[in-house]
């Protein structure tokens, strides 16, 4: 079977096993969709950029006349950062809430929580983070959706990159959960198949971005390059304690991803030559002409360039109201269907930040 197919054959299944109830109840009730994501916490700043994104498309939706005259409501809850609470706002989103879908997930363990509950009541679910144990068994099911790229594909691009650019002596240094562990696995392959030198690999707990009792082990060991998973705040916290210690000079510092809003209260001074990929960047305005319309939409909405996780929690809930009406419409089963960022291309290219 192909991609193309197994895409077309996947959505069909999840559409039969999801909408049959709603396809019963000819409701005006809105449309609801349920959004947990972490809005306190180190990832607050990108929970709400998520949240800016989402709300974008309902009011993008609901101006064109709704899904069949239904309006659509996306609920958000703050699951906190914490797998427990996800599961927990899940629960009451889906019983109290009575949402159709949810879509979230930020962080890559709340989403496991999330979709647990999802499978449990039946309800299909497009997580927003970067995992790849999502899509694998025993979390992957009919219902489970995933809209973001994964550890293996950013880490693998990214990974390349650096050993190519920048240098095949590494420290990494990761958030010890899930998404840290995959990349700093995935990293670790890249650097065997290229031939380099990993000289340490440490761990810390999310959101303890204490890093001084590890920098001079690392600056010791003198990497070429310290390859850092420290996502959220913990990003700006590790890149002033590396400045503090003077590694910049002696060491190339780089990561799988550049997260905008942490550069926007960093400042170009912190980020300046750090080296980073994105999925999503604005500029794709100038090639694409979906991406220049949502670019277009944001900017006047925010007055902001949107960024790669407001098109990742933009384009899923879209998706599912749409694909919801398409099968209320009898669009035929064979329909493929295929959720991007914004409409835009998926890239993950490096890029430096500059600190002019």
Same mark, same amino acid.
């Given at each position: 079977m192909d991609r193309r197919s197994f895409l077309a054959t996947t959505a069909a299944g999840a559409a039969a096993l *999801?909408?049959?109830?709603?396809?019963?109840?000819?409701? %005006?009730?809105?449309?609801? !969709?349920?959004?947990?994501?972490?809005?306190?916490?180190?990832?607050? =700043?990108?929970?709400?950029?998520?949240?800016?994104?989402?709300?974008? =498309?309902?009011?993008?939706?609901? =101006?064109?006349?709704?899904?069949?005259? #239904?309006?659509?409501?996306?609920?958000?809850?703050?699951?906190?950062?914490?797998?427990?609470?996800?599961?927990?706002?899940?629960?009451?989103?889906?019983?109290?809430? $009575?949402?159709?879908?949810?879509v979230g997930g930020l962080a890559a363990h709340v989403q496991m929580a999330i979709n647990e509950q999802t499978k449990k009541s039946k309800v299909l679910f497009i997580s927003v983070s970067e995992s790849d144990e999502i899509r694998a068994k025993p979390d992957a099911s009919p219902l489970t959706f995933h809209e973001a790229l994964n550890p293996t594909i950013t880490s693998r691009a990214v990974g390349n990159w650096i050993a190519q650019n920048l240098g095949k002596k590494w420290w990494i240094i990761y958030a010890d959960y899930a998404w840290g562990k995959q990349n700093n696995m995935v990293l670790q392959e890249v650097l065997a198949k290229q031939g380099g030198t990993l000289l340490g690999s440490t761990p810390y707990p999310l959101g303890s971005a204490e890093f001084s009792a590890h920098l001079p082990k690392i600056q010791g060991a003198k990497p070429e390059v310290l390859v850092s998973m420290t996502p959220g705040a913990d990003n700006i916290a590790f890149l002033k304690q590396v400045q503090s210690y003077g590694m910049k000079k002696?060491?190339?510092?780089?990561?799988?991803?550049?997260?905008?809003?942490?550069? $926007?209260?960093?400042?170009?001074?912190?980020?300046?030559? !750090?080296?980073?990929?994105?999925?999503?960047?604005?500029?794709?305005?100038?090639?694409?002409? @979906?991406? %220049?319309?949502?670019?277009?939409?944001?900017? %006047? %909405?925010?007055?902001? +360039?949107?960024?790669?996780?407001?098109?990742? =929690?933009?384009?899923?809930?879209?998706?599912? +109201? /749409?694909?919801?009406?398409?099968?209320?419409?009898?669009?035929?089963?064979?329909?493929?269907?295929?959720? *991007? @960022?914004?409409?835009? /291309?998926?890239?993950? *290219?490096?890029? #430096?930040?500059?600190?002019?």
């Open positions: *999801s909408f049959p109830a709603i396809l019963r109840a000819q409701s %005006k009730d809105p449309l609801r !969709i349920g959004f947990p994501l972490p809005l306190t916490g180190p990832f607050g =700043a990108l929970a709400a950029d998520q949240q800016r994104g989402a709300t974008l =498309a309902m009011e993008e939706l609901n =101006a064109q006349g709704g899904v069949l005259g #239904r309006k659509v409501e996306v609920l958000f809850r703050d699951d906190q950062l914490k797998p427990a609470v996800g599961a927990q706002r899940t629960k009451e989103l889906i019983e109290n809430d $009575k949402v159709q879908f949810i002696n060491m190339r510092i780089a990561q799988p991803l550049h997260w905008l809003p942490q550069l $926007k209260e960093g400042g170009p001074d912190l980020y300046a030559d !750090i080296f980073g990929g994105t999925s999503f960047y604005w500029e794709l305005a100038d090639s694409v002409p @979906s991406a %220049k319309k949502y670019v277009e939409v944001y900017q %006047k %909405k925010f007055n902001a +360039p949107p960024w790669r996780w407001r098109a990742a =929690a933009r384009s899923p809930s879209r998706w599912t +109201p /749409r694909r919801w009406r398409m099968r209320c419409g009898r669009t035929p089963s064979t329909t493929t269907t295929r959720a *991007s @960022s914004g409409g835009g /291309r998926a890239t993950t *290219s490096p890029s #430096r930040t500059s600190g002019s």
